[in-house]
C-alpha cells in the first residue's frame, strides 16, 4: 500500500498569503497525484488531478506541482473560502490511498 | 448536472448486515467507475471499494475485504455496497464518488452521504 504523508497537519494563514501544502508517497505514483478539498458538513470537491490539472470550475489561484514522491498544492493568495482540510490522492495503484489531510485554519 | 445520492445508513449492531445504494443521474452511468469512500468521525478519507463501469471489475480495501461487496445495476443508475459482519470501526459516512473519466480513479462528483452507525 502506497502511504501519503501530508505536511503540516495543520497550517495557519490570514486571507491574500500564500499558502503551500505538501504530500509524500511512499513509493513513486509518478504523477497520478490529486488534492481535494473539504468544509465541515459537505463531501469532498475535487480541486487538481494528475499533479497538475485543475478540475472543472477551480479558480486558477489553486496549482499543483510535483513527480514521483513528493508533490505540492499552492494557493497562491487565500480567499476567505479557502479555510478547509485538504487531502491529497493517488491513483496509482491499488488500494487507492488518501493522505491524512492538512487543516488550512485562519489566523 | 451530475447527481449522486446516498441511502440505506443506519444504526445497527455489531455483527448485522446493512446495503447501501446510490442513485445517479445528470451522467452516462454505465461508463464510469464509481466508488465508496468512508469518513470515520473526525478523520481523514478511506477509500473502501470500487467498481468498473461495466461491473466486471472490482477492488476492494483489506479493511473490508471479504465483509463488503460493491454492486450496481446499469438499468437502475444505481451502486450498491453491501455490507456484512459489521463492526465498530466500520462506523463513518459513506460517499459514493463519481470517477472523472472511464478509467481515471479521481472523484469529480460525490454524493451527500450516508451515515452508518456501527455500536451496541
Known amino acids: 500500500e502506497i502511504v501519503l504523508t501530508q505536511s503540516p497537519a495543520t497550517l495557519s494563514l490570514s486571507p491574500g498569503e500564500r499558502a503551500t501544502l505538501s504530500c509524500r508517497a511512499s513509493q513513486s505514483v509518478y504523477n497520478y497525484l490529486a488534492w481535494y478539498q473539504q468544509k465541515p458538513g459537505q463531501a469532498p470537491r475535487l480541486l487538481i488531478y494528475?499533479?497538475?490539472n485543475r478540475a472543472t470550475g477551480i479558480p486558477a489561484r489553486f496549482s499543483g506541482s510535483g513527480s514521483g514522491t513528493d508533490f505540492t498544492l499552492t494557493i497562491s493568495s487565500l480567499e476567505p473560502e479557502d479555510f478547509a482540510v485538504y487531502y491529497c490522492q493517488q491513483r496509482y495503484t491499488w488500494p487507492i490511498t488518501f493522505g491524512q489531510g492538512t487543516r488550512l485554519e485562519l489566523k | 448536472e451530475v447527481q449522486l445520492v446516498e441511502s440505506g445508513g443506519n444504526l445497527v449492531q455489531p455483527g448485522e448486515s446493512l446495503r447501501l445504494s446510490c442513485a445517479a443521474s445528470?451522467?452516462?452511468?454505465?461508463?464510469?467507475?464509481m466508488s465508496w469512500v468512508r469518513q470515520a468521525p473526525g478523520k481523514g478519507l478511506e477509500w473502501v471499494s470500487d467498481?468498473?463501469?461495466?461491473?466486471?471489475?472490482?477492488h476492494y480495501a483489506d479493511s473490508v475485504k471479504g465483509r463488503f461487496t460493491i454492486s450496481r445495476d446499469n438499468s437502475k443508475n444505481t451502486l450498491y455496497l453491501q455490507m456484512s459482519s459489521l463492526r465498530a470501526e466500520d462506523t463513518a459516512v459513506y460517499y459514493c464518488?463519481?470517477?472523472?473519466?472511464?478509467?481515471?480513479?479521481?472523484?469529480?462528483?460525490w454524493g451527500q452521504g450516508t451515515l452508518v452507525t456501527v455500536s451496541s
Open positions: 494528475d499533479t497538475s
Open positions: 464518488a463519481k470517477t472523472r473519466s472511464p478509467t481515471m480513479y479521481n472523484f469529480d462528483s
Open positions: 445528470g451522467f452516462t452511468f454505465s461508463s464510469y467507475a
Open positions: 467498481i468498473s463501469g461495466s461491473g466486471e471489475s472490482t
